[in-house]
């Protein structure tokens, strides 16, 4: 038998479809009529068998007619009755009941085939789930942190064993000193110039002194600007700032002297500056090394013709026998700012050359 609604193939004793939940329809059979009248009881048949055979449904025995219709005459109602199967000879009451299965499920009029888990199955279910989970995460965090140990004790066996084997190596790879043949004297040509040294770049604001003082033998850098001529006292060179004719640096090269530096000053200063007006003699000495030397140096005090005061410091030093004088004149007002921008680079930059052979 087909269901009417889906077409699903369902039995004959299903009500119901199975697939949609309509009602299936079943074959109807005429059987006899039952007429019911007023005030009369309903007779049952003669024949006792189909007593027992007869099926009636609740619904059936219930007139769709008041009360009132059916004794004002109206005629009886004749109800189909569905086919029953003959039932076996016997004693009945013996019988079995047999069982009422349960009423189909549904849900929004659909029959429902299948049937929910037990609730306390599926919470078991889920609790394996959760704790398999959490087995595989502390197996996996425990393998990361001995994967991580190992690695680091790996690292530290290998640096213990470098530390180790490194005073080993190195002792096993040092050759023996091998004493080589002494060789013969050779004689080399002999130059007649100093070797060519190059020249470095000059301070911003100076530039090189070069034939200007390579005769004396030393090479200094001077303020751009100054000019550049001889020493007024002596053989060497005097850079001099036009614009104050009082603000100047003389390098001398005195020649071969048995004299010590600290005499040297003395004479210097006696000589160029002790007959000026307002001379103040040094009160002592000091020291300071310049390019490799040691040089004496002192200080002292004039007044120039433009009468003010002025300040020179000499420094003297005797180099392979040859003595060298350095003066630093400026007015005593002007002497730590000039001192600060030109002198110092001057001394700083100050070189002996080598000697021509």
């Known amino acids: ?6 077409g699903n193939e369902a039995s004959q004793e ?23 009248t007023p005030h009369q009881p309903m007779q049952p048949p003669s024949d006792p068998n189909q007593q027992t055979r007869f099926y009636q449904d609740a619904t059936e025995a219930i007139s769709i007619y008041p009360k009132q219709a059916m004794q004002a005459g109206y005629p009886a109602v004749t109800y189909p009755q569905a086919p029953m199967a003959p039932l076996p000879q016997g004693n009945f009451a013996a019988l079995p009941p047999s069982p009422v299965p349960p009423p189909p499920a549904y849900n929004n009029g659909y029959y429902m085939q299948s049937q929910a888990l037990p609730l306390q199955q599926r919470s ?27 690695t680091r004790n790996q690292q530290a066996i290998q640096v213990h064993q470098t530390a180790i084997a490194t005073p080993a190596a190195t002792a096993i790879a040092t050759p023996s000193p091998t004493p080589l043949p002494t060789p013969s004297p050779t004689a080399l040509p002999t130059p007649t110039t100093a070797p060519v040294t190059p020249t470095p770049v000059a301070d911003a604001g100076f530039s090189w002194c070069g034939a200007t003082c390579t005769p004396y033998n030393f090479s ?23 614009a104050q004719l009082d603000q100047f640096i003389s390098i001398k090269a005195l020649g071969p002297t048995a004299s010590p530096a600290s005499t040297l000053v003395s004479s210097d200063l006696q000589t160029n500056f002790a007959s000026k007006v307002g001379y103040t003699p040094p009160t002592g000495y000091s020291s300071g090394t310049i390019s490799g030397e040691t040089w004496i140096a002192a200080l002292a005090y004039y007044q120039s013709d433009a009468q003010q005061k002025e300040r020179i410091i000499v420094y003297a030093t005797v180099h392979q026998g040859k003595g ?13 700012a000039v001192n600060a921008q030109f002198f110092n680079v001057v001394l700083s930059k100050f070189r002996f050359l080598q000697p021509t052979l």
């Open 124 to 150: 078991h279910n889920t609790t394996i789930i959760v704790i398999c989970i959490c087995l595989v995460v502390v197996l996996l965090g425990a393998i990361g942190i001995t994967t991580l140990l190992m």
């Open 324 to 336: 060298y004088i350095i003066e630093l004149n400026a007015a005593d007002a002007q002497f730590d």
């Open 220 to 242: 200094v850098e001077y303020p751009n600007g100054w000019t550049a001529g001889a020493a007024t006292n002596g053989a060497g060179v005097q850079f001099t700032n036009p």
């Open 1 to 6: 038998m087909r269901c009417p609604r889906c």
């Open 14 to 36: 299903e009500p119901f479809c199975g697939q949609c939940g309509a009602p299936t329809e079943q074959q109807i059979y005429r059987t006899n009529n039952v007429s019911f």
